[in-house]
């Protein structure tokens, strides 16, 4: 198999299921590559990838000036594997503020972006991901509330500004409404009264407020206990007011739309189930398609010799 012929059949294999891929390739140069070969191509090229990924870090991923604006998002969703059923993949996604641009009044895209995509627990993932981020520029994290991200974040990016997502926060108080107040007209007009607060930086008048409410049943003190720990462990990232000031976004809906973009419209498709390892290889090769860094497999094809 020639290397320009090995490059197209990634390519194609890291966008459609095998069978399909094959397909487009007879239709689109005329050439026929079972879907096997196709899978042994796509898997082959992306153990490379993540052989390339382990070795030192990449130069300039990103260049970034000083004064920048950068995020960093991540999150997890779930693919079905052979070996332990439903597996977490983390992935992470890197991107300019300048990069994030309005397109219509109540509709943005994000031009550029780098991601990282790990199949396992969090400490490989940000070993990983601390290898793209770059040294330079202003930092913002914003992430839900798992404890991993900002634990990490306090101890590799304690300059950073840390932001919890807005609709995880407000989530957590629509939910606790719903079940403390049996009036619907009730339920809104305190939800209102606490988005004030939050877009005022009064945290702490929302988190009182809780508190202060009286325990009309058994399951009120479970749904207390859940929203005031949230809230108190995120006090200092929940600041919408000044964020808001500066700019900044407070929603982690790139990254949940990463997912669905980047992650679950190849491994999450109807019927699927992975190897472990070969859900990263694909993952791989997805990540740096979309990364816009589709010169690696080019090199990786021009400098490895490979049987398909």
Same mark, same amino acid.
């Given at each position: 198999?020639? *290397?320009?012929?090995? +490059? ?7 966008? !459609? ?11 689109? %140069? ?9 899978? *042994? ?7 490379? %990838? ?7 870090? #990449?130069? +300039? ?5 000083? +004064? ?7 999150? =997890? ?29 109540? @509709?943005? *895209?994000?031009? $550029? ?20 981020? #770059? ?8 992430? !839900? =509330?798992?404890?991993?991200?900002? !634990? ?5 990016? #304690? ?5 919890? $997502? ?9 939910? /606790?409404?719903?079940? &403390? /107040?049996?009036?619907?007209?009730? @339920? ?10 939050? /877009?005022? +930086? ?27 720990? &949230?809230?108190?462990?995120? @006090?200092?990232?929940?600041? &919408?007011?000044? &964020? ?9 809906? #790139?990254?949940?739309?990463?997912? @669905? ?11 699927? *189930? ?31 010799? %490979?049987?398909?």
């Amino acid at each position: 198999m020639s *290397r320009y012929l090995q +490059d197209r059949v990634c390519y194609v294999g890291q966008q !459609d299921v095998y069978e399909e891929a094959s397909e487009s390739l007879k239709e689109l %140069l005329g050439i026929e590559v079972s879907h096997t070969q196709i899978e *042994r191509v796509c898997e082959c090229y992306g153990k490379l %990838l993540e052989a390339a990924d382990n070795e030192a870090k #990449p130069v +300039d991923q990103m260049a970034v000036e000083a +004064d920048e604006m950068l995020y960093a998002m991540a999150d =997890g969703s779930m693919i079905l594997t052979r070996e332990e059923g439903w597996k977490e993949i983390k992935l992470g996604r890197l991107f300019k503020a300048g990069s994030h641009e309005a397109i219509s009044e109540k @509709r943005f *895209r994000i031009s $550029d972006s780098v991601y990282t995509a790990h199949v396992g627990g969090y400490k490989e993932f940000v070993a990983k991901w601390e290898k793209e981020i #770059p040294i330079h520029g202003k930092l913002v994290l914003l992430a !839900d =509330g798992a404890p991993w991200f900002w !634990d990490w974040a306090k101890e590799s990016y #304690p300059q950073a500004i840390q932001i919890l $997502d807005y609709y995880h926060c407000k989530e957590y108080l629509c939910e /606790f409404a719903g079940k &403390y /107040f049996e009036k619907k007209k009730d @339920r809104e007009k305190w939800i209102e009264q606490q988005e004030k607060r939050l /877009f005022q +930086d009064k945290v702490d008048e929302v988190i009182e407020e809780i508190k202060a409410l009286p325990i009309k049943a058994l399951e009120h003190n479970a749904i207390k206990k859940t929203i005031l720990t &949230y809230y108190e462990n995120n @006090r200092s990232r929940m600041l &919408y007011g000044s &964020y808001r000031k500066q700019g900044l976004l407070i929603g982690s809906g #790139p990254i949940e739309a990463a997912h @669905r973009n980047v992650i679950q419209k190849r491994l999450k498709l109807a019927g699927q *189930r992975w190897s472990k390892a070969g859900a990263q290889w694909i993952a791989n090769l997805r990540v740096y398609r979309k990364s816009k860094r589709w010169n690696k497999i080019v090199e990786l094809s021009n400098s490895e010799k %490979l049987a398909a």
